[in-house]
Every structure is written in C-alpha cells, then in structure tokens.
Antibody, heavy 116, light 107 residues
Framework: EVRLVESGGGLVQPGGSRRLSCVVS????????MDWVRQAPGKGLEWVAN????????YYMDAVKGRFTISRDNGRNSIYLQLDSLRVDDTAVYYC?????????WGQGTLVAVSS | DIQMTQSPSSVSASVGDRITITCRAS??????LAWYQQKPGKAPNLLIY???SLQRGVPSRFSGSGSGTDFTLTISGLQPEDFATYFC?????????FGGGTKVELK
C-alpha cells in the first residue's frame, strides 16, 4: 500500500521557520519526482515545489523562491520542505505528493499556521 | 505562468444526473491535464490524467476529454459519493497550476 505521511506543521510567528517532513512507504521514493502542494483554509490548491529523483533538480513557485527549500533523503524514504521567513499568507495545509506531470498519490497533509 | 480557469465554480445536481465541468488553459498544454476530486478534510484524489486516461480504480462514470486549451470532465450518472470539489491541473510547464475548483452540490 502506498502511504505518504507528513509531519512538522504547527503554529509559527511571522518571520519564523518550520521544517516539514514526508515519509513514504509502499514504493521506492527514489524512483519518483516528489512535490509539495498547499491549500489555504477554504481555498484552492497551489503547487509549491518539487524535486527530482536524486535531488539534483528542484523547482519552486515564485512566491516561495528564496524562502522555501525542498530536499530529500532517499535512504530514509523522506522528503522535506524547509520553510523560512514565513508570512501570514503561507498559512495552509501542506501536502506531499508523488509525481511530475500529475500527482498520483497524496499524504493527508500537515497544517502550518502563521500568526502572531 | 499558465492560468487554469474552471467553470462553473459550483453546480447543483441530483443523483443520476450527468454533469460537465470545463477547464480552460491560458496557453496550449497539449493533453497535459489532470483532474482531481477532493472531499472536505481530505487530500485530493487523482481521477483523470493525460486529459482522458482514467486512473486505476476510478469508476468509469468519470471521463475526460480535450486538448490544447479546452478540457472537460464529465460525470455520467452522479452518485452520492461524487458530491465533492473538483480541480483541474496542468502538467505542461512550471509552475504547475490548478484551476480554482468546482463544487458539486446536492440539489
């Protein structure tokens, strides 16, 4: 069974940092591009970043470039998203997802709330 | 960035109805288009990829069509479990972008 489990969310002050983790099982994560997609409360889906199989290639949405960093540890079947210089409008559920062109599998999400 | 515009934003329907949701891309995305279903408090679930290919395990009442800039998702014979929000997503270029969503509600 394919599983993606995110963790690391919580309440953080504006300007603060947070590190999200996604542990995958049921497939060889090192064979796939992996993504982070977020959803602000009551809003639509927004792709954030992705990373290729060996971590040598990454892409980001403009609003998070220079503030967020995606990485992976294939030995631990894990993908990470480092969130720095957080803003109120970064408040969202952050989902880990598998895929490059489309997102075949998703985790349950972890909520990051940015508020003073 | 490629803008994805979905319509309608909401639709009221009854069990058994046939509904169609439209997604328009701001530029040619060939058939790099996926559709997702999302229920409240849950992660999205892939329904259709490459504009018209049914994801494994998805009922055949879901179908997709289109290419270039205009795409449709059709649900033929709406079931109670289909009342949800649907999103399109382009996979042609970065950043990946989603449509704003279509909420399918019970009439």
């Amino acid at each position: 069974e394919v599983r993606l489990v995110e963790s690391g969310g919580g309440l953080v002050q504006p300007g603060g940092s947070r590190r999200l983790s996604c542990v995958v099982s049921g497939f060889n994560s090192g064979s796939y591009w992996m993504d982070w997609v977020r959803q602000a409360p009551g809003k639509g889906l927004e792709w954030v970043a992705n990373i290729n199989q060996d971590g040598s290639e990454t892409y980001y949405m403009d609003a998070v470039k220079g503030r967020f960093t995606i990485s992976r540890d294939n030995g631990r079947n894990s993908i990470y998203l480092q969130l720095d210089s957080l803003r109120v409008d970064d408040t969202a559920v952050y989902y880990c997802a598998r895929g490059l062109i489309r997102f075949d599998d998703w985790g349950q999400g972890t909520l990051v709330a940015v508020s003073s | 960035d490629i803008q994805m515009t979905q319509s309608p934003s909401s639709v009221s329907a009854s069990v058994g109805d046939r509904i169609t949701i439209t997604c328009r891309a701001s530029q040619d995305i060939k058939t790099w288009l996926a559709w997702y279903q999302q229920k409240p408090g849950k992660a999205p679930n892939l329904l259709i990829y490459s504009a018209s290919s049914l994801q494994r395990g998805v009922p055949s009442r879901f179908s997709g069509s289109g290419s270039g800039t205009d795409f449709t998702l059709t649900i033929s014979g709406l079931q109670p479990e289909d009342f949800a929000t649907y999103f399109c997503q382009q996979g042609d270029s970065f950043p990946r972008t989603f449509g704003g969503g279509t909420k399918v509600e019970l009439k």
